[in-house]
């Protein structure tokens, strides 16, 4: 779910509508979702939004329906300076999100799988402030691999 190595490091975005843009855009170009995926994830976070609050940083998991993707596929990027989320299960709480993995997921049993093994993560502090603070894919791929995250 890594091999296209999709991972933006130290973006500068002004909102979450860039950063999720920016994001989604790395899909597109490397064919792996239909052209309209933004859409589809704009619509879900409007809905159901992705923000979580962790120990000292927050984090999001954009997601969409598997309709508008045609190769599995997880993205990463983190951000200069955090950008506010609507907060899962509760849309009136903002979080300032500071990591973001955006899941291009083709089959609906994948989200069940993935989901939690990103909670497991987003549980390691030491981990989660390890990734923040990568600048290459590598030191990226080292850090989910380690975890547990890629099998």
């Known amino acids: 779910m890594f091999d296209k190595k999709i ?3 130290n973006q500068n975005v002004k909102n979450r509508d860039e950063a999720l843009a920016l994001l989604a855009n790395e899909f597109v170009k490397n064919g792996v979702v ?3 995926f933004l859409d589809g994830i704009m619509a879900r976070e ?5 923000g979580l609050e962790l120990n000292n940083m927050g984090a999001a998991i954009p997601h969409t329906d598997p309709e508008y993707v045609k190769e599995s596929q997880i993205g990463f990027m983190t951000l200069e300076k955090p950008v506010i989320f609507q907060f899962m299960g509760d849309i009136s709480q903002d979080i300032e ?7 291009a997921l083709k089959e609906g049993n994948s989200q069940m799988e993935m989901l939690p093994k990103l909670m497991d993560l987003f549980m390691l ?26 099998d």
């Open 7 to 9: 991972a933006l490091f």
């Open 46 to 50: 409007a809905v159901f939004p992705t």
């Open 125 to 150: 502090d030491d981990v989660m402030n390890d990734l923040r603070d990568v600048k290459t894919y590598e030191e990226f791929y080292e850090i989910i691999n380690k975890s547990g995250l890629v």
């Open 97 to 103: 999100v500071s990591v973001i993995f955006m899941l």
């Open 34 to 36: 239909e052209d309209n």
